[in-house]
């Protein structure tokens, strides 16, 4: 299985600031990462597919980069709806795996 | 617009086996370029992909739950089904489907489409 490593697993944050997630694959895996955000009580959504591609309806506040092992997700002025979980996820192959999260906090 | 709703008790006793529904509207499921998933999500925890079903039946599984799982395809009734065998206490969590949208020439592969999730807890 790839393991997925997210850093950090928590941060604190204000709005306005630029927020950045790191996730590291366990092997190269292209470019075949993904971003989920989760709200607590709620379903995960779709931010970011293919390392860089913003879903869309997704605010252009939330980008991605990286490729082979190495992948960033940044927003770049955090609103207050944004203060939620963050997780990668690599779609490279089975079984899919996801980071174990990145909570964005107040 | 495309809607995933899960089914399905809340409460299973030890070695039972858990049985789940995604009821899947907006869409059909025999339709090409999705793979219809298996999430869950133990309390307070990340993300744990459990399996998936394609349009044409074809299945694959985590091999944690190899031998326990299967997840069928009910197409008349447009929805897909998880069943999870021996259930422990370690099975307890809350359960999502979800639709994994393929499209190759956009290198997507990506789980574009959730349900609100469904609580089991495993307990006698």
């Known amino acids: ?106 | 617009q495309v809607q995933l709703q899960e089914s399905g008790p809340g409460l299973v006793k030890p070695s039972q086996s858990l049985s789940l529904t995604c009821i899947v509207s907006g869409i059909s499921i025999s339709r090409g370029g999705y793979h219809w998933t298996w999430i869950r999500q133990h309390p307070g925890k990340g993300l744990e992909w459990i399996g998936y079903i394609s349009y044409s039946g074809s299945a694959n599984y985590s091999p944690s739950l190899t031998g326990r799982i299967s997840i069928s395809l009910d197409t008349s009734k447009n929805q897909f089904s998880l069943r999870l065998a021996s259930v422990t206490a370690a099975d307890t969590a809350i359960y999502y489907c979800a639709r994994d949208l393929i499209m190759p020439a956009m290198s997507k592969d990506a789980f574009d489409m959730w349900g609100q999730g469904t609580m089991v807890t495993v307990s006698s």
């Open chain 1, 1 to 106: 299985d790839i393991q997925m490593t997210q850093s950090p697993s928590s941060l604190s944050a204000s709005v306005g600031d630029r927020v950045t997630v790191t996730c590291r694959a366990s092997q190269s895996i292209g470019t075949s990462l993904n971003w989920y955000q989760q709200i607590p009580g709620r379903a995960p959504k779709l931010l970011i597919y293919a390392a860089t591609s913003l879903q869309s309806g997704v605010p252009s506040r939330f980008g991605g980069s990286g490729s082979g092992t190495d992948f960033t997700l940044t927003i770049s002025s955090l609103q207050p709806e944004d203060f939620a979980t963050y997780y990668c996820q690599q779609s490279y192959n089975t079984p899919r795996t996801f980071g174990q999260g990145t909570k964005v906090e107040f």
